[in-house]
């Protein structure tokens, strides 16, 4: 297998498997993967024998989250390369999120901060019972505004501002209630639950796929138009190298409670 941090595989269906591949660190995303997502979605995009994307990840867990330990590096920098960075993690989410494929995501064990950015932008998500989920990016100082549209079309504006806010972990059950999830299967199950799911979409005609998707979005006012895109990139970018953000990466690599949490709670 490839050592690419994302790896990109389409069979004789048109099934394209995008699949995040830093196992070692729990498919944390750095550059490194946020390069490899942009120029997977664009792969997929463009190539006509591609009707249907999944999204899985390798290892133990879908997707942990950011790197920290990129982030520091990242909010080491100038605000206009910390401003590049924000626009280009943006922007692998946006186009997944207005891909006019259809899109499913396959999670197993954690899936964290920009993981839930991922999953909330695919059409179906399926996710093992044991899978945990959490919106954790205040929980570092930091601020997932890149992600809320996305969050908020799956989970509505009431939820986001109790989990974006209080960093809960929550279960695939949980994940489920909150429309997150549409489906929760047994450990090892995803293949199997997925199969009538694709089986479902090749039956389907392409074409009347992507213009009901489309369509869907357009109804939905779920396109984000350039103007939101740039407020909210340069949100992101600006708290990375806050002095919050700062001590969150402190306390994490110190696995120590931040600053801010009180002594004698």
């Known amino acids: 297998m490839s050592d690419a941090p994302v790896l990109v595989n389409v069979d004789a269906r048109g099934v394209g498997t995008i699949t995040l591949n830093r196992p070692e660190v ?59 960075v924000s626009r280009l993690t943006g922007a692998a989410m946006r186009a997944l999120n207005q891909l006019d494929k259809p899109t499913i995501a396959l999670v197993h064990g954690a899936c964290i901060g920009g993981g839930t950015g991922i999953i909330a932008s695919c059409d179906v ?49 949980r994940a489920q209630q909150l429309g997150l999830v549409h489906e929760v299967c047994a450990v090892g199950e995803l293949d199997h639950a997925v199969a009538p799911v694709i089986n479902g979409l090749l ?10 998707k489309q369509g869907l979005l357009r109804a939905a006012g779920s396109y984000m ?19 919050e953000a700062a001590e969150g990466f402190a306390s994490f690599r110190e696995k120590r409670p931040a600053a801010w949490f009180p002594k004698d709670a």
């Open 203 to 212: 039956e389907a005609g392409p074409d009347a796929v992507r213009i009901t």
């Open 125 to 173: 998500v399926i996710a093992e019972e044991s899978a945990v989920f959490a919106i954790s990016e205040a929980r570092w100082g930091m601020a997932a505004t890149i992600i809320f549209p996305q969050l908020i079309s799956a989970i509505g504006e009431r939820q986001c501002r109790r989990y974006a806010t209080t960093c809960e972990r929550f279960d695939a059950h």
């Open 26 to 84: 729990n498919n944390a995303y750095d550059a490194s993967v946020v390069h490899g997502m942009v120029d997977a979605v664009t792969q997929v995009a463009n190539d006509p024998a591609v009707r249907i994307v999944v999204i899985r990840g390798n290892g133990r867990h879908f997707q942990a989250g950011a790197d920290l330990t990129w982030l520091t590096s990242v909010a080491a920098q100038s605000p206009e390369e910390n401003l590049v």
């Open 225 to 243: 138009d350039d103007g939101t895109f740039a407020v909210l990139a340069g949100e992101h970018a600006l708290k990375r190298q806050s002095a």
